[in-house]
């Protein structure tokens, strides 16, 4: 167990619609980061937030955002869902602002149909 | 461009048969070079991290080296149990922040 907690660990929903996944990090890290994991494209980091200001972006799309709220958790959006979407979606977090070892959570299977 | 390449893309080893794992990367300036092992449907696991070229860290039958530009995962004698997929990653400097890229991973299996 690594201390990160994220739910739900399913959500099967339909094309257009919008999901909200959520991450807890491990007690006393002040990064997390999100990541996008497919079969195809191996994991794909989108962003990073640093004790609530956004850090570091990868390949997000616009349709997807993130925020990290006071109390450290954070919350990824996927709106206009395609089928492409379909992923796995792990949050991870770490001690620092970058260069530290991130511990991963269990990850979140996204299905869009 | 900054990049990560990992090889071989899978890995059949027999139980005891040692092998090695390699992680080349293309950075400007290396701020850690991290090693994850993933099972299958569940996040990756934090292994080593390395710094600096020439330091080596182990764990149990897991070993790991880094040069200037690339690093290796010695497993030494493998048991079943070390079946995975191992990832490695660095990180790239990009407009004042880091980004984190991880290589495509090897897929290890190991027979009894």
């Known amino acids: 167990d690594s201390g990160v907690t994220q739910t739900p660990k399913h959500l099967i929903t339909a094309t257009g619609q919008r999901v909200t996944l959520r991450c807890s990090p491990r007690?006393?890290?002040?990064?997390v980061y999100w990541y996008q994991q497919s079969l195809d494209q191996g994991l794909q980091f989108l962003i990073q937030?640093?004790?609530?200001?956004?850090?570091a972006k990868g390949n997000i799309l616009e349709r997807f955002s993130a925020q990290q709220f006071p109390d450290l958790h954070s919350e990824l959006n996927l709106s206009s869902l395609e089928l492409g979407d379909s992923a796995l979606y792990f949050c991870?977090?770490?001690?620092?602002?970058?260069?530290?070892?991130?511990?991963f959570g269990p990850g979140t299977r996204l299905t869009v149909t | 461009e900054d990049q990560v390449t990992q090889s071989p893309e899978a890995l059949r080893l027999q139980e005891g048969e040692s092998s090695s794992l390699n992680c080349s990367y293309t950075?400007?300036?290396?701020?850690?070079l991290f090693w994850y092992r993933q099972d299958p449907g569940k996040g990756p696991e934090f292994l080593f991290t390395?710094?600096?070229a020439g330091e080596e860290k182990e764990k149990e039958r897991l070993k790991a080296t880094l040069t200037k530009k690339e690093s290796f995962l010695h497993i030494t004698a493998p048991k079943p149990e070390d079946s995975a997929t191992y990832l490695c990653?660095?990180?790239?400097?990009?407009?004042?922040?880091?980004?984190?890229?991880f290589g495509r991973g090897t897929s290890l299996i190991v027979h009894p």
């Open positions: 991870a977090s770490s001690v620092g602002d970058s260069h530290y070892e991130q511990y």
């Open positions: 007690s006393g890290d002040l990064s």
């Open positions: 937030y640093y004790n609530g200001e956004e850090r």
């Open positions: 950075v400007s300036g290396l701020r850690g």
């Open positions: 390395l710094y600096s």
């Open positions: 990653a660095v990180q790239f400097a990009s407009g004042g922040s880091y980004i984190p890229t």
